[in-house]
Nanobody, 113 residues
Framework: QVQLVESGGGLVQPGGSLRLSCAAS????????MSWVRQAPGKGLEWVSD????????YYADFVKGRFTISRDDTKNTVYLQMNSLNPEDTAVYYC??????WGQGTQVTVSS
């Protein structure tokens, strides 16, 4: 079955960086685009970024443009989210998605001094 396992979250100071990973299994990873979304405490889901199946097209929400970079390694069945210049508003649980039906368990990112 489809499994998505996120990792790499944690506590970081404002201005810091984290790299999230999402290890995928149970489907042909190279044949699918992937997404990251997030949910801040008490708020709804926010789309963060997409990458197409070839990895040559990426898309970002305005609030992360220039700070976050999505990438993928099809040899490792893994999608990444490099997050730089983090601020407290980036505090959220981050999820990777395949389509709209398959989600990981999420990884907590907390930005605080």
């Amino acid at each position: 079955q489809v499994q998505l396992v996120e990792s790499g979250g944690g506590l970081v100071q404002p201005g810091g960086s984290l790299r999230l990973s999402c290890a995928a299994s149970g489907f042909t990873f190279s044949g699918d685009g992937m997404s990251w979304v997030r949910q801040a405490p008490g708020k709804g889901l926010e789309w963060v970024s997409d990458i197409n199946k070839g990895g040559d097209r990426t898309y970002y929400a305005d609030f992360v443009k220039g700070r976050f970079t999505i990438s993928r390694d099809d040899t490792k069945n893994t999608v990444y989210l490099q997050m730089n210049s983090l601020n407290p508003e980036d505090t959220a649980v981050y999820y990777c998605l395949r389509g709209i039906n398959y989600w990981g368990q999420g990884t907590q990112v907390t930005v605080s001094s």
